[in-house]
């Protein structure tokens, strides 16, 4: 399943790549989408992503209550540009990680389609059954791989994909068994793909749905991940929607919280991860590292610098002022945007014209 | 005036990646240090700044991005130039084994690689950090 990497909710929440304030951030997706539904119907406008919030160290139930609730944010964002929700809500798609506690996953994937499907049916009233689906794409666990024994990662990556596959994902990405160390070589990506091929070619968990629906203990461990992740979007809605939970730090706090939590209980081995605090061996690292020549940064840098005396300047600059002007009114700044891209306006200029507009924002630094 | 020790905790670069600063920065803080953070997209100069500004005793830099070789040295060689090369400069992230010597070389007085206890780091720092003057 194609996504693109647009969801900027997540990135105040966990990943904390941001230009601008949370506010002028959401009308650039509200843009965005009310332009995709009338002008690329059949791309998935927005990946809605758990990835980056588990990865900053959230627990699943917060995984999973976050970035619903920011799914929210965003229907609320389409229905605003004045959209019916049937018409963008089955082209939203959604991003999950897949970490260590199995059964704990394949719950949380199965308690993700029900609160989805509720939330779009009860409170948004959307009538088309695309509208109440929750499409998602998986990751495995970056933050769960070891630099210690780092063959281990194989076997762990290959846990966590399984338990997506049989949470129902659309898709994965497995990692490699040294991104834990650096980008991953040729070979260590090799493993992690050929790991999806043996789920999906010899395993047969692919040929069937939902194979744990009925299993006391997971429908148990369903209800209560969907209470949790409920619970937490109650929260959010009493503080009056997602972006004024983000301005209050209520995520991040949550996020922190569990993140220094779960480091506590590995000091006190009340959680284990072999080859970290628990059956440690001496070793040094002895597996191949990929190192990135230097010379990219220089070529890159060149390359825009000789399309810059190439491109007609002129028209650059007129592109970039017509989107100044929509930017500071309520036009749809998307047409203007791929104007800029076909004078090869490059993305920093584009995004110069929004920093003058719209400001900065800077990390509130809450620990 | 106190014996604390007074650190600041910085993340320089462009990324996000802040768990692992975050999670250093409390840990500190509970073990008795005075913790400065200095959030997210700090460059060298405004890390040595902060550091001679807060009067801080020691700099703990996270680095996940690859860019490791650039930002301590350059952080140490700043240090210097503002004649606070008696702040001690540590921190920890995805550094290879092979640069660690490099870096020490460069007059990093240690670095913590993953898997490092929350333990090791206090205990290092109570042990190994000196008082500016």
């Known amino acids: 399943m194609e996504q693109p990497k647009n969801d900027i909710l997540k990135e105040y929440i966990a990943q904390k790549s941001w230009i601008y304030p949370p506010k002028p951030s959401m009308r650039l997706i509200g843009d965005m989408i009310q332009f995709a539904t009338k002008e690329v119907p059949k791309w998935n406008t927005i990946s809605i992503s758990g990835y980056h919030i588990r990865e900053a160290g959230s627990t699943a139930a917060q995984e999973l209550g976050f970035t619903l609730a920011d799914g929210i944010g965003y229907v609320q964002a389409g229905i605003e540009k004045g959209l019916d929700v049937d018409d963008f809500a089955p082209r939203l798609s959604f991003f999950f990680n897949s970490h260590c506690d199995f059964f704990e996953e394949v719950a949380k994937f199965r308690a993700a389609r029900r609160i989805w499907a509720r939330v779009m049916k009860d409170r948004f009233k959307a009538k088309n059954p695309r509208s109440w689906m929750c499409r998602f794409h998986t990751q495995t666990a970056g933050v769960s791989l070891t630099a210690q024994q780092p063959y281990n990662n194989v076997i762990r990556t290959t846990l966590q994909a399984l338990a997506a596959v049989v949470g129902g994902t659309q898709s994965l990405h497995t990692n490699s068994l040294d991104e834990t160390l650096s980008l991953p070589t040729e070979e260590a990506v090799t493993i992690a793909l050929r790991t999806q091929q043996i789920i999906a070619e010899e395993s047969g968990v692919a040929a069937t749905i939902d194979p744990f629906a009925g299993s006391y203990f997971v429908e148990n461990l369903t209800n209560e991940i969907e209470a949790a992740a409920l619970d937490y979007i109650q929260k959010i809605d009493d503080m009056g929607g997602i972006i004024n939970a983000i301005e209050k730090g209520y995520p991040q706090r949550e996020i922190g919280n569990s993140a220094y939590l779960f480091q506590q209980q590995l000091e006190k081995k009340e959680k284990i991860i072999v080859g970290v605090n628990k059956y440690v061996v001496e070793e040094t690292t002895d597996i191949p590292i990929l190192t990135v020549d230097e010379k990219a940064e220089e070529i890159q840098i060149e390359n825009v610098r000789r399309i810059k005396k190439s491109r007609n300047n002129e028209n650059v600059k007129a592109a970039l002022t017509r989107l100044k002007t929509a930017a500071k009114t309520s036009e749809n700044v998307m047409p203007h945007i791929l104007n800029c891209v076909r004078e090869y306006g490059s993305l920093g200029e584009i995004c110069d014209v929004f920093r003058d507009v719209f400001g900065e924002y800077h990390d509130p630094k809450w620990l | ?133």
Request: net charge negative; with cysteine; charged share 25%.
């Open chain 2, 1 to 133: 005036m106190s014996n604390t020790l007074r650190i600041l905790v910085a993340k320089p670069g462009l990324d996000g990646h802040d768990r692992g600063a975050k999670v250093v920065a409390r840990a500190l803080r509970d073990a008795g240090f005075e913790v400065i953070y200095t959030g997210l997209h700090q460059t060298p100069e405004m890390i040595v700044n902060a550091a001679v500004d807060e009067d801080v005793d020691a700099v703990s830099l996270s680095v996940l991005s690859g860019a490791h070789m650039f930002l301590f040295p350059e952080v140490i060689r700043l240090l210097k130039a503002k004649g606070a090369s008696d702040i001690t400069v540590f921190g920890g992230g995805i550094i290879p084994d092979d640069d660690i010597p490099k870096l020490e070389q460069s007059g990093v007085a240690k670095i913590f690689t993953p898997g490092a206890s929350l333990t090791d780091i206090t205990t290092w720092v109570r042990d190994c950090v000196k008082p500016t003057k």
